[in-house]
């Protein structure tokens, strides 16, 4: 059983097949401490941890240091304003002004199975594949019952947290702060993991080693952002892809977020992660609840690699529901960096019709086919074919492009309205606004206000009515810049501060009706490129623009870092355009092709203005494409050179589950004057099996190719890159 409860002891412990989660509740208060997690152990009773025999003692056998007692006690939901001075993970705000909070156990439930987060995305799981338990606390004096929710997903090795607030006194409360999980341990060196970036450098790792006092990555934009990324992981100094022990959160949400690292003053650290409590306060009305979304943890024992193949099996099995998951996804073409808005019903038609004699088996039609949408300054909510563009119509362009054999798709950002718009001219309520304040604009647009019911079913009623007028097979759902003037007429004063979750939660309803009323729709998400590349939208769809820059240098520390968490399946990459539009690099089309093939492979370019060589080369693509998508999509992923580290080289290897094959992708950034072949240690295959590589002669133990490598040649000029091709051989399979 992957939960038990220890009834003498009070012991709570949870275990997948390589780790083990430890509470105990203690004292004659019931506090709830947090008393072990890491490797899988068969003991259990490790209450020795928490340090109990120590001075401070527990409160109600010496009161006289109750606020060191719980200034020290590795909490495992951490009040506020009682004497643990580190910061909490929930808040109130009461009638009376009030803001402590401290919480006790009451009761617990254990069951097969996981139960849906009403309105929020979250990983799930048969009665087969996890297990959860449910902690009930409260704090008497306030009357609010918190829920302490885990979940054990056993064969991934990850456990997942949320909890839910309830309000059973007979008054209101407003809820200031909600975090979903913390996790409070001894320092043990700590290098704190994170990923930063900005538009079109999305994600890159950063490695630093933690100190006293807090670390913080947040966003107060509406949704995670460019710039920081709801994840945070410590490992142990040394920590590689390889060996050392990690341990990781990610967060299930799309909107503001915190993650925070605090080492106190005795060396334990907190690590905790929810919504950002600034500008959140959410009131509760009695017998209300509040639920909070969920966080993943994972923690591994096998170096980053480990803690990267939890997270993708996870999100693979447990999160993407799509019926695209576990399918090839058609390779597309996408118009927006081949025309921008300027492209009418024959110009698409061209470049449909050479892509499909190329093999390519999608036409994406991006921004500008709506409204006046001539340039991003207008017409976002104008929701109605421009006909002057697409000349006999939607329908029209769909038949055509489906009689060349490919697939349609299209473009909306739903969540938008432009100042100049009909929308706006009829609504101009209907952005978000504080009275008597200009709301400032971001790409010349404002942001709809679809915390009011009435706005979302009219955007969402525009889109459906598109979809059913044609044979629209993908939607892209964009959404190119970040909230702010939050104000709402749909709501009271002490309201306001519930808009940004509300929005993110109207996201999540309106993609949920999408998917529900369109079951077969590929829909890919999308933020300016990659602000919005989360685990809470991967519940909805299976792939999200990584980002607007698919120069094949700058996406390999972009792919690197959304990589650490995310599976390959569900990046959007595409070979772009070159020079590239973002950074005016010119690198060959054929390693374009290598780098997006680690994602979900497609086109951005006009194909019939490239090269007859970088066009001839295309059908190539589409077949190693082919060759190789399940094998990516579905297989381990190991990371075995980093360019970001070595600024020289990158290197990854993704082996099927059954290890029979593997597939190396290398890429040579730059060439280095007179210098030897480079040394690649293969990983993931089985010690005792025989493999043939790609370009080498005979058949080697997969222990050599792990243990003594594989030697790659240098490759002539810069951006140069291959794949090499591992087999098991036949005599030995
Ligand atoms: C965003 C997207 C791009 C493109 C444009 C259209 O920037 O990331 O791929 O769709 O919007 O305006």
């Not at 998951?325 to 081949?338: G, H, Q, S, T, Y």
């Not at 968490?565 to 020079?579: E, K, Q, R």
């Amino acid at each position: 059983m992957a939960v038990q409860y220890y009834e003498k002891q009070r012991i709570f412990k949870l275990d997948t097949q390589h780790t083990s989660y430890i509470m105990a509740v203690v004292d004659k208060e019931n506090f709830l401490g947090h008393v072990y997690y890491g490797g899988r152990l068969e003991d259990y009773d490790l209450t020795y941890l928490l340090r109990l025999g120590e001075k401070p003692f527990v409160p109600s056998e010496n009161n006289r240091e109750r606020c060191s007692f719980m200034d020290s006690f590795p909490a495992e939901y951490a009040g506020h304003g009682l004497g643990d001075y580190r910061d909490g993970c929930i808040s109130v705000r009461t009638k009376g002004g009030h803001s402590a909070i401290n919480l006790t156990v009451v009761s617990h439930e254990i069951y097969g199975g996981k139960k849906r987060l009403e309105g929020l995305p979250a990983t799930f799981g048969t009665e087969q594949e996890c297990s959860t338990l449910e902690i009930h606390c409260e704090d008497a004096v306030l009357g609010l019952q918190v829920t302490l929710m885990y979940t054990v997903f056993e064969d991934v090795d990850a456990i997942t947290r949320s909890v839910k607030v309830t309000n059973e006194a007979k008054e209101e409360i407003y809820l200031t702060k909600v975090l979903s999980a913390c996790l409070d341990m001894d320092n043990r060196e700590f290098e704190r993991i994170t990923l930063h970036g900005s538009w079109a450098r999305e994600r890159h790792i950063q490695r630093q080693p933690i100190g006293y006092g807090k670390y913080a990555v947040s966003s107060l934009r509406g949704e995670p952002g460019h710039q920081e990324h709801p994840f945070m992981a410590l490992a142990v100094r040394g920590t590689t892809q390889d060996v050392g022990e990690v341990y990781a959160m990610n967060f299930v949400y799309s909107g503001n977020f915190l993650a925070q690292e605090e080492m106190s003053q005795f060396g334990s650290v907190r690590m905790s992660m929810g919504i950002n409590p600034e500008d959140f306060c959410w009131r509760l009305d009695p017998q209300e609840s509040f639920q909070a979304p969920e966080v993943v943890l994972v923690y591994s024992a096998e170096g980053l690699g480990g803690m990267t193949r939890s997270f993708h099996d996870l999100y693979r099995k447990h999160l993407i529901r799509s019926p695209y998951r576990d399918k090839k996804r058609p390779v597309l073409i996408n118009n927006w960096e081949a025309t921008y808005f300027e492209f009418d019903t024959d110009k698409l038609i061209g470049i449909a019709k050479q892509a499909a004699e190329l093999g390519i088996e999608m036409l994406v039609m991006d921004d500008g086919w709506f409204g006046k949408r001539n340039f991003d300054d207008c017409a976002l909510g104008d929701w109605q074919v421009n006909e002057e563009k697409l000349k006999g119509g939607l329908k029209y362009l769909v038949d055509e492009v489906n009689k060349l054999g490919m697939k349609f798709g299209i473009w909306f950002e739903p969540e938008m309205i432009s100042p100049d718009s009909e929308l706006y001219r009829a609504h101009p309520d209907w952005a978000f606004q504080i009275p008597g304040r200009t709301p400032g604009m971001s790409r010349e647009q404002y942001v709809l206000d679809l915390s009011r019911k009435e706005v979302r079913d009219y955007i969402y009623e525009c889109v459906a009515k598109i979809l059913h007028s044609a044979n629209i097979e993908y939607v892209k759902w964009d959404m190119n810049r970040s909230l702010c003037d939050i104000g709402s007429i749909g709501f009271p004063a002490d309201r306001q501060g519930e808009l940004y979750h509300r929005y993110v939660l109207a996201v999540y309803e309106m993609q949920e009706r999408l998917i529900t009323d369109f079951p077969q729709l590929l829909l890919e998400n999308c933020s300016g490129g990659g602000a919005r590349f989360d685990p809470g939208m991967l519940y909805y769809s299976p792939q999200i623009w990584c980002s607007d820059d698919a120069d094949a240098v700058e996406r390999l520390m972009i792919q690197e870092g959304t990589s650490l968490i995310y599976p390959l399946s569900t990046m959007g990459a595409h070979v772009s355009d070159c020079p590239n539009h973002v950074v005016g690099r010119v690198t060959p089309f054929e390693t374009r092709g290598y780098v997006a093939l680690a994602g979900t492979f497609g086109y951005e370019l006009d194909v019939t203005r490239i090269s007859e060589e970088d066009r001839n080369m295309i059908p190539e693509q589409v077949a190693m494409y082919h060759k190789y998508n399940d094998l990516v999509r579905e297989g381990d992923y190991y990371r075995l050179a980093s360019y970001g580290e070595n600024h020289c080289y990158d290197c990854y290897e993704v082996v099927s589950k059954d290890k029979k094959e593997a597939l190396v992708t290398y890429i040579q950034v730059l060439n280095i004057p007179n210098c030897h072949s480079r040394r690649i240690y293969l990983r993931g295959l089985e010690a005792a099996a025989e493999y043939k590589v790609e370009g080498m002669e005979g058949v080697y133990r997969g222990e050599t190719l792990m243990k003594a490598g594989i030697q790659v040649e240098i490759l002539a000029g810069d951006f140069r890159g291959k794949l090499i091709s591992v087999k098991r051989s036949s005599k030995a399979s």
